[in-house]
């Protein structure tokens, strides 16, 4: 589990708001439940102990969340983007005989690219309402 120390800023039903200091690892996730400010991000997190606004707490990810966020933000664009400059280069260079394979294979790329970015985007709006990949207030602190 990735965990985290934060300070309840505040509450919207079942989820509570949480400043956490951000750090180094921070720069790197996808889990989509944070929002920069400053040298605190702001966390959204199930509060199934009851948390009150200005308790400090302990704040958990499962790393599954993090790793699965990861791939599907980079790996799938990256992904479509190698796959369609080679569809661009190898197949629709063959359907287009005056056009440049180059361009071709550029242009077939980026609009993978384009299309995989779309697909990123609709599924972090479908997984946030899944309440298994959000993270958890594990206990209060103080």
């Known amino acids: 589990m990735i965990e985290e120390i934060g300070t309840v800023k505040s ?12 750090k180094s690892a921070c720069d790197g996730c996808t889990a989509g439940a944070c929002k920069p ?20 707490v302990k704040v958990a990810v499962k790393p599954l969340t993090f790793v699965k966020g990861s791939l599907v933000v980079y790996g799938v664009p990256a992904l479509a983007l190698v ?47 899944n309440t298994s990949s959000k993270p958890v207030i594990e206990e209060i602190v103080s």
Do not use: H, Y
């Open 11 to 22: 509450l919207e039903g079942d989820m509570a708001v949480v400043l956490v200091p951000k």
């Open 37 to 56: 400010e400053n040298q605190t991000m702001e966390i959204e997190a199930l509060n199934w102990v009851g948390a009150q606004v200005g308790q400090r």
């Open 83 to 129: 796959i369609g400059a080679v569809v661009g280069k190898e197949w629709m260079s063959r359907l287009f005989t005056t056009a440049d394979p180059d361009i071709l294979s550029a242009v077939c790329g980026f609009s993978a690219l384009i299309v995989a970015l779309a697909g990123v985007k609709i599924w972090a709006q479908a997984a946030s309402g």
